[in-house]
């Protein structure tokens, strides 16, 4: 089955769609935008699917996260931010566990996740645009395009997690109200 199917196939037909779906939608969706841009040949990411899909949503956590800082951090109090950076945690770990079966937890890859994030962060807060979005393609893939000063790669990984980013923010705008 599909990554999009399993997503899909947590939720029933006819049923609402709440808060909490809406961002496991949202992480699932920006997670297989991911894998299908990252697979583009120019990437050269030689990894298993599983490997993969698993990097994707680790980033697809991030881009949440990300976008719940920087469109709502001025707009909601500390504790309703904690409360929806909670409900992304607890999304991903739910993705997490539902993609990746067979006796995975979230426990046996934490650390590694949580060295992702911080990986990601620093990308982010230490360079400028488009530099950053360079960077974290890098980081998910092992492969630095900009010190290759590949364009191609160069251009895709600027364009496609601000696009991202912008769906995050998209999706977090429906269940949120300041």
Known sequence: MSFINKIKGIFGKGKGVNSYDVMLLAMGDICSNLVKHFKNEYYRWNESENIKTFECLVLSRFLLDYALLKTFSDKLDKIRMEFYSSII??????????????????????????????????????????????????????????????????????????????????????????
């Open 89 to 178: 945690d607890h999304q991903f770990k739910s993705l997490l566990e539902n993609t990746f079966q067979d006796g995975f937890t979230y426990n046996t890859v934490k650390d590694s996740v949580d060295n992702r994030l911080k990986l990601y962060k620093k990308a982010l807060s230490e360079n400028p645009h488009p530099r950053c979005w360079q960077l974290l393609a890098a980081v998910l893939t092992g492969t630095d395009y900009y010190a290759e000063e590949d364009p191609v790669t160069l251009v895709a990984s600027s364009s496609i997690i601000p696009e991202l980013i912008m769906h995050a923010q998209d999706s977090l705008q429906r269940v949120i109200k300041p």
